[in-house]
Each structure stands twice: as structure tokens, then as C-alpha cells.
């Protein structure tokens, strides 16, 4: 939509909502076409930090990709990434990780352990693990100095 390339994301949102109404209309509320508007909207949630709305919005089509591909696709794998991308963004590191290793492990069980995708999920999922491990060691350093502090 020109209103998102411009920035006008109240207008972009107007845009999208009265889109994915239209092909509602047409096509149903479940049926694949309707994905892309969806991903659109939930794209703009995001960005406007309403990240559970976000995240509702692409649980959506990642079951309607799974009624229509089956859950081991890599299009589910990519729905996955991208709900795991609204968590890393709100910080919720534990439940990024965890939609990341799905990811992974589809994308493992479909395009190869070699494929780009696969790499890309693998080196997301260790940099998520080191950076919770960095966060408990922090954690475990502030109530380890509280102590000394008593």
C-alpha cells in the first residue's frame, strides 16, 4: 500500500482492514488469499507495539497455512519465524526461541539441515539461547551482589 511506503500507518491500517474485509467476503474467513492482507495488518500492529494483537494475527495464518499445506511446510516454518519475530520484539525471548526452534526444525525436516533457511533459523536460535543465558547470568550477578550487599 502507498500509505505503508509513506509512513502513513493509520492509513495503511484503514487500507489493509478494508481489504482483508473484502476478500473475506469473497473468499471466506480461513481461505489462503486472505493471508497477505493479514500478514500486512499484523505487520502494522507490530510496528505500532501492539504486539499481541501481532501475535494473534499470525497464529491465524499459520493454522490456515497448516489446513491448507499441513504442519511440516516451510511455509509454516516462516509463519512460525515470523511470531517468533513479534516476541523477540516485545521481549520475550523464552516463547521467540521457542517458535524459532519450531521453525528450525521443520525447515530441518523439509529443505535439509543446509539450506539457507535452516542456517538462518539455527544461528537465530543460538543467538536467542546466548542471549538468555546472558540474561540469567545477569540475573544470578544482581542477586549475588544483593547478597554481599546484606
Known sequence: ??????????????????????????????????IPTMKSIALIQSKKRNFNRAIEIFTEVRNIKCGEVGKIHPEVASAHKRIGNVHYQRGDLASAQKEYRQALSIYEQTLGKEHQSTTSSRAIVEKIGEELGQKELAQITSVGSLFKQI
Not at 8 to 32: C, F, K, V, W
Open 1 to 34: 500500500s502507498l500509505h505503508y511506503i509513506e509512513k502513513d500507518i493509520d492509513g495503511a491500517m484503514g487500507y489493509y482492514t478494508e481489504a482483508l474485509r473484502l476478500n473475506r467476503a469473497a473468499y471466506g474467513t480461513s481461505h489462503p488469499d486472505v
